[in-house]
């Protein structure tokens, strides 16, 4: 048993040997751009079509998590885009990915202790290509969610620290805009899909994890309507629970994904919904 167990774990370890390798050797004309086609993908070129999701809008060129980059990733192709919100002091849910205001703003404090009129006295002022949006704001849910409307695309609404007291008008948002079959919520917060779940029966929402357990699949099992969001770079420790999922039938998304490479591994385990800053169809 020992024996066959050092086989597997050295047969693994060249595995990620030559994968290492590749990316290393590809490296160099893979990334010579930010942003390529999907045309550079084996599962392209072999006639599959993946589902790309932008990541934080399209960051690779435009500011995260904003309205420019939810515009270009309409108008540039994928098909749907995902975006990070948090609850302000006054029940107002704002499109950032980090607690606090610091790394994007030219403000401080953590987004909970400011009213949204307060949030608006700062300018988001980093980014790709921020210099050409001077005084951009952080954007609202009805904001991100008004993109979605009008290009018809779906919105990937990861939900971050907030009070889980606001999820009502989360939901009310979502449903303003009818797209209650389009969305889908996601979260690292196993206990916030609940929430959401008791409040919808039907909405779509997915469990993101870097540690994924066959536990964590029975959960999005007995909550219905619930994928998987996994980190594709840590697909060889939840190997056994990636597939348990997929043969309980749940919808695998991986993220974030922006070389072509891990685009096909992703394929390869059955994956084809992925999460990316800058693989897009066209």
């Known amino acids: 048993m020992k024996g066959d ?3 597997k774990l050295k047969k693994t370890k ?29 599962a392209y070129i072999s006639g599959a079509r993946q589902t790309l999701i932008a990541h934080r809008g399209f960051s690779a060129l435009y500011p995260q998590n904003t309205v420019p980059a939810f515009i270009a990733a309409a108008e540039n192709g994928f098909d749907g ?5 948090h ?43 921020i210099e050409n949006y001077p005084d951009l704001k ?18 990937v609404i990861e939900i971050k620290s907030c009070d889980s007291s606001y999820f009502p008008g989360l939901l009310a948002g979502i449903y303003s805009h009818s797209l209650q079959d389009k969305a889908i919520i996601i979260s690292f917060t196993m206990e916030y899909l609940e929430e959401i779940r008791a ?39 939840m190997t056994g629970a990636i597939k348990y999922a997929q043969d309980k039938g749940l919808k695998c998304v991986s993220w974030t994904i922006d070389h072509p490479l891990f685009a096909d591994i992703s394929h390869w385990i059955g994956i084809d919904n992925i999460t990316t800053n800058r693989i897009r169809h066209k």
């Open 5 to 7: 167990n050092a086989k």
């Open 14 to 42: 060249t595995i990620i040997s030559i994968i290492a390798w590749v990316i290393a050797l590809t490296a160099v004309w893979q990334f010579t751009g930010k942003t390529i086609t999907e045309g550079r993908t084996l």
């Open 81 to 85: 885009y995902e975006f990070d919100v």
């Open 87 to 129: 609850t302000t002091k006054d029940g107002v849910w704002v499109v950032i990915h980090n607690d606090d205001i610091d790394a994007m703003t030219n403000g401080t404090g953590n987004v909970a202790d400011y009213t949204y009129e307060e949030l608006m006295r700062f300018n988001i002022d980093a980014g790709n290509g």
């Open 138 to 155: 952080i954007p609202t849910l009805e904001e991100a969610l008004s993109v979605c409307d009008e290009y018809d695309i779906f919105p």
């Open 199 to 237: 409040l919808d029966g039907n909405i779509e929402m997915s469990y993101l994890s870097s540690k994924l357990t066959r536990d964590d699949v029975d959960k999005c099992v007995s909550l219905g309507n619930c994928g998987i969001d996994i980190n594709i770079y840590k697909f060889f420790k």
